[in-house]
C-alpha cells in the first residue's frame, strides 16, 4: 500500500452534478489536508483536519465540503462548481500538525477534475 | 505578508551537469522550517530535502543540497550530476511556524541526454 491513496485520479463532471474526491492515508498521521494545484499557481490550502477535527478553512468556497470521518480518511465533496474549480486537488497527511516549524507533508498523486 | 517566489518556470540541465534552483521569500519570522519537493509526472510530490532555519550549516542528501542565505532571504536548491529521473517540478516550501505549508509556483526542470 502507497502511504497516501487518492480516488479517483481522473474526474469530469458538469456543473450540476454531486461527485466526491476520496483520500486514504496508511501512515498512522493525524492530520490531514486538500491542496488545489491550478497551473502557474502556488498550491493552495483548502482544508486541515487534525485527528478528525477541521482546523483550516483557507476561504473556501461552500460547493467544496470536506468529510473526515477518521484520521485516515479524508472526503471533499463536489456540488455545482464552475469551470474554474478544474485542477489538480492534492491530498497529504502529517504526523504532528501543531509540531512547530516541522510539518512535513506525504502526498498523494491527485485527483484531475474537469469541470465543464 | 509571508511570501514565496520561485522566480524560474523552467530550467534546462545536460545530464550529468549541474544545475540549481532559485527561491526567495519574505518573512518576518526568525525561525522557520524550509523544503524542496519534487512532484515527478507521475504527479505524487515527495520531499527532497529540508532545512532548519536556525542551522547555519546547509542541508545536504547525496546529489541535492541547498545554499540557505538567511539574511537574503534565499533557499536555493542544487542537483548535481544530473540524471533523467530529476526530470520534474520542483517546490520550495516554508512553515513560518504553524501547520501550514506556503508554496512558490514551482520549477519545471527538464533533463537533456
Known amino acids: 500500500e502507497t502511504g497516501v491513496t487518492q480516488t479517483p485520479r481522473h474526474l469530469v463532471m458538469g456543473m450540476t452534478n454531486k461527485k466526491s474526491l476520496k483520500c486514504e492515508q496508511h501512515?498512522?498521521?493525524?492530520?490531514m489536508y486538500w491542496y488545489k494545484q491550478s497551473a502557474k499557481k502556488p498550491l493552495e490550502l483548502m482544508f486541515v483536519?487534525?485527528?478528525?477535527?477541521?482546523?483550516e478553512n483557507n476561504s473556501v468556497p461552500s460547493r467544496f465540503s470536506p468529510e473526515c470521518p477518521n484520521s485516515s480518511h479524508l472526503f471533499l465533496h463536489l456540488h455545482t462548481l464552475q469551470p474554474e474549480d478544474s485542477a489538480l486537488y492534492l491530498c497529504?497527511?502529517?504526523?504532528?500538525?501543531?509540531?512547530?516549524?516541522?510539518?512535513?507533508?506525504?502526498f498523494g498523486e491527485g485527483s484531475r477534475l474537469t469541470v465543464l | 505578508a509571508q511570501t514565496v517566489t520561485q522566480s524560474q518556470p523552467e530550467m534546462s540541465v545536460q545530464e550529468a551537469e549541474t544545475v540549481t534552483l532559485s527561491c526567495t521569500y519574505d518573512?518576518?519570522?526568525?525561525?522557520?522550517?524550509l523544503f524542496w519537493y519534487k512532484q515527478p509526472p507521475s504527479r505524487q510530490m515527495i520531499l527532497v530535502i529540508r532545512?532548519?532555519?536556525?542551522?547555519?550549516q546547509n542541508a545536504t542528501e547525496n546529489r541535492f543540497s541547498v545554499n540557505f542565505q538567511k539574511a537574503a532571504k534565499s533557499f536555493s536548491l542544487k542537483i548535481s550530476d544530473s540524471q533523467l529521473g530529476d526530470a520534474a517540478m520542483y517546490f520550495c516550501?516554508?512553515?513560518?511556524?504553524?501547520?501550514?505549508?506556503?508554496f512558490g509556483t514551482g520549477t519545471r526542470l527538464t533533463i537533456i541526454p
Open positions: 516550501a516554508f512553515n513560518f511556524g504553524n501547520e501550514k505549508l506556503t
Open positions: 532545512q532548519e532555519a536556525y542551522k547555519q
Open positions: 483536519y487534525n485527528f478528525k477535527e477541521q482546523t
Open positions: 518573512t518576518s519570522e526568525s525561525d522557520y522550517y
Open positions: 497529504a497527511s502529517s504526523q504532528e500538525p501543531g509540531h512547530p516549524f516541522a510539518v512535513e507533508l506525504f
Open positions: 501512515l498512522g498521521h493525524n492530520a
